[in-house]
């Protein structure tokens, strides 16, 4: 776990951290202690795009959060052997304590994956969010194999269904020291099923046939109190929660997308590795957005 160059990009571009403009006490949780896992360079990168000074992006990460506005900081753990001070069973659905609705901001930097009951570990995150509050997330999607007890399909994520909780941003993006690119996982080109054969999208789908680790950063949104029954039991795979209730499963095919479909039925259809490598790795790379 640590606030790597993905994270703390995420942070900033997607505004959830922001300079504050005059005296604030916004509280911030971490899941699990997180540690500046960034290279010198990476921090080099940060500072000089979001002018940032050097040394607050070279700190720790409870200096990095003072420095956006959160004065009040805890860490959550199973146990305190690494200083937890908020001290949580994320397999057990979440009951009231003391810090119920208290933070503004959680940000889980690569625990989820490691949680028997992943859909429980979130409804004990958004237990704990104010309302109006946000939760960041990093995750594991794909060619993770034996990191931690899951890898997410970004199904997972379009698919939680409750009026509570809405999915502000999602962006798929290779784990690579110097990848300053991402994947818009709320567009509709990435999330279309364009053949009626998938259980996730046509385009992530692609990822399967490339050499990349993929990891997901998710920015939700708090909009009323959790309910509970409705967020652990309704939320079910999105295409077929479509077709149960005989909504349109296929996106309005444009152009592009006819295109689309005309190259990606070419990589699925061969049987050369390599020409699947490398029409996934152009098909992929022309639906790129930079950080940077």
Same mark, same amino acid.
């Given at each position: 776990?640590?606030?790597? =160059?993905? $994270? *703390?990009?995420?942070?900033? !571009?997607?505004?959830? /951290?922001?300079?504050?403009?005059?005296?604030? %006490?916004?509280?911030?949780?971490?899941?699990?202690?997180?540690?500046?896992?960034?290279?010198?360079?990476?921090?080099?990168?940060?500072?000089?795009?979001?002018?940032?000074?050097?040394?607050?992006?070279?700190?720790?990460?409870?200096?990095?959060?003072?420095?956006?506005?959160?004065?009040?900081?805890?860490?959550?753990?199973?146990?305190?052997?690494?200083?937890?001070?908020?001290?949580?069973?994320?397999?057990?659905?979440?009951?009231?304590?003391?810090?119920?609705?208290?933070?503004?901001?959680?940000?889980?930097?690569?625990?989820?994956?490691?949680?028997?009951?992943?859909?429980?570990?979130?409804?004990?995150? =958004?237990? $704990? *969010?104010?309302?109006?509050? !946000?939760?960041?997330? /990093?995750?594991?999607?794909?060619?993770?194999? %034996?990191?931690?007890?899951?890898?997410?399909?970004?199904?997972?994520?379009?698919?939680?269904?409750?009026?509570?909780?809405?999915?502000?941003?999602?962006?798929?993006?290779?784990?690579?020291?110097?990848?300053?690119?991402?994947?818009?996982?709320?567009?509709?080109?990435?999330?279309?099923?364009?053949?009626?054969?998938?259980?996730?999208?046509?385009?992530?789908?692609?990822?399967?046939?490339?050499?990349?680790?993929?990891?997901?950063?998710?920015?939700?949104?708090?909009?009323?109190?959790?309910?509970?029954?409705?967020?652990?039991?309704?939320?079910?795979?999105?295409?077929?929660?479509?077709?149960?209730?005989?909504?349109?499963? *296929?996106?309005?095919?444009?152009?592009?997308?006819?295109?689309?479909?005309?190259?990606?039925?070419?990589?699925?259809?061969?049987?050369?590795?390599?020409?699947?490598?490398?029409?996934?790795?152009?098909?992929?790379?022309?639906?790129?957005?930079?950080?940077?």
């Amino acid at each position: 776990m640590g606030l790597n =160059f993905a $994270l *703390l990009n995420f942070l900033i !571009h997607s505004e959830t /951290f922001q300079k504050p403009s005059g005296s604030t %006490d916004k509280r911030i949780l971490e899941i699990g202690r997180l540690k500046n896992s960034m290279s010198k360079k990476q921090k080099k990168l940060i500072s000089r795009k979001y002018s940032i000074p050097y040394e607050v992006v070279n700190s720790d990460p409870h200096a990095i959060y003072r420095y956006f506005g959160f004065k009040t900081i805890n860490t959550l753990d199973i146990d305190n052997f690494e200083g937890a001070d908020v001290i949580v069973n994320l397999n057990l659905i979440p009951e009231r304590n003391k810090y119920f609705e208290y933070f503004d901001l959680v940000i889980d930097g690569g625990t989820s994956e490691h949680i028997y009951n992943p859909l429980i570990a979130l409804a004990n995150y =958004f237990s $704990l *969010l104010s309302k109006d509050g !946000h939760l960041i997330q /990093f995750v594991p999607v794909h060619n993770y194999i %034996d990191h931690g007890l899951y890898q997410f399909s970004p199904t997972f994520f379009w698919s939680i269904n409750t009026k509570s909780i809405q999915l502000d941003k999602f962006h798929l993006s290779y784990r690579h020291k110097k990848q300053n690119r991402y994947f818009d996982g709320l567009d509709d080109l990435v999330k279309a099923h364009l053949f009626k054969l998938y259980d996730g999208s046509a385009m992530v789908n692609l990822f399967r046939f490339t050499s990349k680790t993929v990891v997901g950063l998710t920015k939700w949104s708090k909009k009323d109190n959790l309910d509970l029954v409705e967020f652990i039991f309704n939320s079910n795979q999105e295409i077929y929660r479509k077709k149960w209730n005989n909504d349109e499963i *296929l996106f309005k095919l444009s152009f592009n997308h006819k295109i689309l479909r005309f190259f990606i039925s070419f990589v699925y259809k061969s049987n050369f590795t390599l020409f699947k490598y490398f029409f996934a790795r152009i098909i992929l790379r022309l639906n790129e957005h930079n950080y940077f």
